[in-house]
């Protein structure tokens, strides 16, 4: 493989489903997942992670079921995916946070558990409910 389609694929293999991306070049989508791996492993080690300000919380219907998503609002990037959006689990990782006192702003719907795990865990944040679901709040099931 020469070096241009190994780097054609990293870039692309963040953007894009595997399958998508073995199509588009010929590769077999065990080798796109393969460099992908390789790269995610690589960045993994230099990546700094550090307490957002503002934490998003939401959910994600993902396989059949619910997790919870984490996100960094003012760098629009992701936390974590955890396994539930049940609240010990929630609370749990909130209470891992290296300096979680810096969070001062968590964004989230209105379902009380996110609520209540925040409130435990970082109680000096102030919530806020996101726009999206106060104007979707009359429609959802």
Known sequence: MTLRLHEYVEKESFNHPYTFVA??????????????????EFLGR??????PRILGIDELYLNKRYRCILTNI????LLDLLATRRQDVVTNYLMKLKDRQKVEIVSM?????????????????RIVVDKFHVVAWPTMP
């Not at 199509?23 to 995610?40: H, P, S, W, Y």
């Not at 003012?74 to 990037?77: G, K, L, M, S, V």
């Not at 719907?109 to 944040?125: E, G, I, S, T």
């Open 23 to 40: 199509a588009q070049t010929g590769l077999d989508e065990k080798t796109v997942r393969d460099i992908f791996n390789a790269r995610a």
């Open 74 to 77: 003012e760098e629009r990037t």
């Open 46 to 51: 230099w990546h700094r992670f550090e307490t």
């Open 109 to 125: 719907d209105m379902w009380n558990p996110y609520r209540a795990a925040v409130k435990a865990v970082l109680p000096q944040a």
